[in-house]
Nanobody, 126 residues
Framework: QVRLVESGGGLVQAGDSLRLSCTES????????MAWFRQTPGKEREFVAGLTRFAGTPYYVDSVKGRFTISRDNADKTLTLQMNSLKSEDTGLYYCAPRTGGGPWDYANTRQYDFWGQGTPVTVSS
């Protein structure tokens, strides 16, 4: 059975950095289009960053552009989110998810993703 395990979250101060990892066991879903989302209590899950399958083109929500970098290591089956210059509004539970379906990728649409990991918490204190 395929599993995605997120790790790397923690409690940091504003301006600090964190590196999140999403590691897959089982199939090689990491090679598909992948995304990071985050969620805070009472709010919908929000797209943060995505990476296309073949070209590896990254996409970011405007609020993290220039601060976050998404990358992938297919050999290690790991998706990474490098987060720099963290702000209090980056606080949330961060999830990774694969998208194996075809057609146009509406990357902010949670219904386009196959399943989710358990999430890793990020708390940024100001």
């Amino acid at each position: 059975q395929v599993r995605l395990v997120e790790s790397g979250g923690g409690l940091v101060q504003a301006g600090d950095s964190l590196r999140l990892s999403c590691t897959e066991s089982g199939r090689t879903l990491i090679t598909y289009s992948m995304a990071w989302f985050r969620q805070t209590p009472g709010k919908e899950r929000e797209f943060v960053a995505g990476l296309t399958r073949f070209a590896g083109t990254p996409y970011y929500v405007d609020s993290v552009k220039g601060r976050f970098t998404i990358s992938r290591d297919n050999a290690d089956k790991t998706l990474t989110l490098q987060m720099n210059s963290l702000k209090s509004e980056d606080t949330g539970l961060y999830y990774c998810a694969p998208r194996t379906g075809g057609g146009p990728w509406d990357y902010a649409n949670t219904r386009q993703y196959d399943f989710w990991g358990q999430g890793t918490p990020v708390t940024v204190s100001s």
